[in-house]
Nanobody
Framework: QVQLVESGGGLVQPGGSLRLSCAAS????????MGWYRQAPGAQRELVAT???????NYADSVKGRFTISRDNAKNTVYLQMNSLKPEDTAVYYC??????????WGQGTQVTVSS
């Protein structure tokens, strides 16, 4: 079993920054991809950013230039640095892991609220 523990969410003013962390533990036999998704009230869950084991990254157009995803393979941890936050970034952010066996795991979610 794999556990994903997220941290770093909270309330921030527009234009502010937050850094999310997600640490994976458990029976991890190899990680293919780690990433972040988000879900706003009444909306579907959407991709924010992903990073492959080799370091290649992918971002949603809405966050390009503002968010940066990074990964510490030794710690099985993925980070999401979020800058220039906007009210429309308000959502529950979920950590995602896809193993080399193509099994998908999700974290419990962390709330990010951007409001003045």
């Amino acid at each position: 079993q794999v556990q994903l523990v997220e941290s770093g969410g909270g309330l921030v003013q527009p234009g502010g920054s937050l850094r999310l962390s997600c640490a994976a533990s458990g029976s991890i036999f190899g990680i293919n991809l780690m990433g972040w998704y988000r879900q706003a009230p009444g909306a579907q869950r959407e991709l924010v950013a992903t990073v492959l084991s080799g370091g290649s990254t992918n971002y949603a157009d809405s966050v390009k230039g503002r968010f940066t995803i990074s990964r510490d393979n030794a710690k099985n941890t993925v980070y999401l640095q979020m800058n220039s936050l906007k009210p429309e970034d308000t959502a529950v952010y979920y950590c995602n892991l896809v193993s080399i066996r193509m099994v998908t795991y999700w974290g419990q979610g962390t709330q990010v609220t951007v409001s003045s």
